[in-house]
């Protein structure tokens, strides 16, 4: 597996990571936890690592599932977690804090669940109107003078957001939807990071599974999955969408590969320091995942599938309206 560095910071991971999420949340039902061991400790093997998880995943037994899959890898994997909520006491959302004080809490929480004494990279990961930046960055700037923390990121985070936090913490990375389907960093975000030289995780670069091609318009999803609360995946909305995929995946038959492989490789030919973080629960998934970080698209090939992007008007939004209301603040 190749790797790339976030930025102009020492961080080098895969340039491929894994995305635990779905692993206990959002995309019921959910798999078995020792064979979410099995595929992280799999994911090892073959040279990822850089693994992403948070507090919110469950809440809480994500980090633990990664815990204890990753504690034999240890010295050889990078682990980023993410603070920000507040929950009640059966784990029920309870909304945003990213106050420092329970920022410092939330981090010794983590580190016991995670079986590590340092995150690798900590992640806001929504932005709290109630609290400023700036507050925010100088808690994770103490925790990691501290030792406790390596690397600080923000999720979501709009352009202005970014600058200020940058300019009391140095930020490694941002981490934000970005695929065929969701171009939005392109126009504001993509070029700030480049002038500060942090890096970017692309989350959700296979569209929440949408850009496999293994979503049609029919499809079913468990009742408790996340999907069925997305508006882009609304019948009318879905069945306009598969337009991108079908005529993405031309390009792919031609190449050779599959869907996943396409949208994974064009997300990492578009910066060096773009790292995309697929989620999967399948062992196969995970091995095709891997190989988009061999696919070399050329430069005609990046144009067809940039013309094939600019003539689909993708129909819905990516969340709920009241989850879109915490993005890029």
């Not at 923000?154 to 930020?171: D, I, K, Y």
């Not at 970005?178 to 970017?200: C, D, H, N, Q, V």
């Not at 949208?263 to 989620?279: D, E, M, S």
């Not at 990046?302 to 689909?312: A, Y």
Request: aromatic share 8%.
């Amino acid at each position: 597996m190749q790797t790339r560095r976030l930025g102009n910071s020492n961080l080098e991971v895969s340039a491929l990571g894994l995305g635990c999420m779905g692993m206990t949340f959002a995309y019921t039902p959910f798999p078995d936890r020792q064979d979410m061991i099995a595929l992280i400790r799999a994911a090892v093997e073959r040279g990822v690592t850089f693994f992403d998880t948070a507090e919110r995943y469950g809440p809480f037994n994500n980090e633990e599932l990664l815990g204890e899959a990753l504690a034999p890898a240890r010295d050889r994997v990078v682990i980023a977690t993410k603070f920000g909520f507040d929950f009640g006491p059966k784990g029920e959302l309870l909304g945003l804090n990213s106050r420092p004080g329970h920022v410092k809490e939330v981090a010794e929480a983590s580190l016991k669940r995670l079986k590590t004494d340092v995150i690798d990279l900590f992640y806001q990961h929504r932005v709290d109107p109630a609290v400023p930046i700036e507050e925010v960055a100088g808690a994770v700037k103490e925790l990691i003078e501290e030792g406790k923390v390596r690397h600080f990121g923000l999720s979501e985070a709009g352009a202005n957001t970014v600058r200020r936090a940058h300019a009391v913490q140095p930020v490694t990375a941002l981490q934000t939807e970005y695929s065929l389907w969701s171009r939005g960093p392109e126009k504001e975000m993509l070029p700030t990071l480049a002038e500060l030289g942090i890096g970017f995780v692309a989350y959700a670069p296979l569209g929440r599974g949408f850009l496999t091609g293994k979503v049609a318009e029919n499809t079913k999803f468990d009742g408790s999955d996340f999907r069925n609360k997305v508006p882009r995946f609304a019948a009318e909305a879905r069945k306009a969408n598969l337009a991108l995929v079908d005529q993405i995946g031309e390009i792919a038959k031609r190449k050779g590969a599959t869907q996943a492989q396409l949208a994974l490789g064009w997300l990492l030919a578009q910066k060096p320091w773009i790292v995309p973080i697929p989620g999967t629960t399948k062992l196969a998934r995970l091995e095709e995942n891997i190989k988009a970080a061999d696919l070399e698209l050329t430069p005609d090939e990046l144009d067809e599938v940039d013309g094939i992007v600019s003539r689909v008007t993708i129909q819905g939004t990516r969340y709920p309206q009241e989850m879109e209301q915490q993005l890029g603040r």
